[in-house]
């Protein structure tokens, strides 16, 4: 009896890797479903508890351990839609990082669904501008103000970006491109990632650095990881 409590009780001690795309690799439906990372030390270990796609779950619990290791940063995969850049949800997680653990760096590694290989990976950091902003707009009493502060901001990204992807869709219609035109999609997709990436960059003041994998180059122009052939 005492023994079956003790061992429903031991720790789930994770498994650790010596890189990046060893951890990613190792954990099944990697082009499918997103896989949230930590790198504590020089080690990876995989922190996710729920995954689907387009989505990944972690608890705040896990990161109040990994978070006051030095030199600890998050990474996360994204395997479908706008690969290249963060999504609200990030941003907003990121805020949420620099006020409760002080970090200000995290990582997102883009998967390539053809070859199921990493192709790119990009570096995201909250300037010196950001985090001036997040000082002076996210003054909370309890946990529960700052969620709630967490929540409207989240909010007022989606509405741009809302805003972005109508505004696309008018201007590619304004040039007389039909959508069920082949090349709509595609021309979509590369102009809301520019006005999204220069969003981030000009009003949320995040400096994006975007690394191509080995075999891989970025495009600026496609906003995109391309396979060199
Ligand atoms: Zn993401």
Do not use: C
Not at 56 to 72: D, G, H, I, M, N
Not at 166 to 189: C, M, Q, V, W
């Amino acid at each position: 009896m005492f023994k079956r409590i003790i061992s429903a009780f031991r720790k789930i001690v994770p498994k650790k890797y010596k890189t990046l795309n060893q951890a990613i690799m190792d954990t099944p439906e990697n082009t499918k479903k997103e896989i949230k990372i930590a790198k504590v030390g020089r080690k990876y270990q995989v922190i996710n508890d729920n995954r689907q796609e387009g989505a990944v779950w972690y608890s705040e619990e896990t990161l109040r351990k990994v978070f006051p290791k030095k030199r600890s940063k998050l990474i996360h995969t994204h395997t479908n839609g706008i690969k290249e850049l963060p999504s609200a949800n990030d941003i907003t997680n990121m805020i949420s990082h620099y006020i409760r653990y002080n970090k200000d760096f995290e990582a997102i590694s883009v998967m390539d669904a053809v070859n199921g290989k990493e192709s790119g990976r990009i570096g995201i950091m909250l300037t010196k501008e950001a985090k001036e902003y997040v000082k002076k707009n996210f003054d909370y009493d309890t946990l529960d103000d700052l969620d709630e502060l967490l929540d409207s901001f989240r909010y007022h990204i989606e509405q741009r970006l809302d805003r972005i992807f109508f505004e696309t869709n008018k201007i590619l219609s304004a040039k007389g491109l039909s959508d069920s035109s082949p090349e709509y999609k595609k021309i979509r997709h590369n102009t809301i990632k520019k006005i999204m990436y220069k969003y981030y960059k000009d009003s949320l003041k995040l400096k994006l650095k975007f690394v191509p994998q080995p075999g891989y180059k970025f495009n600026k122009e496609t906003m995109a990881f391309e396979k060199i052939k």
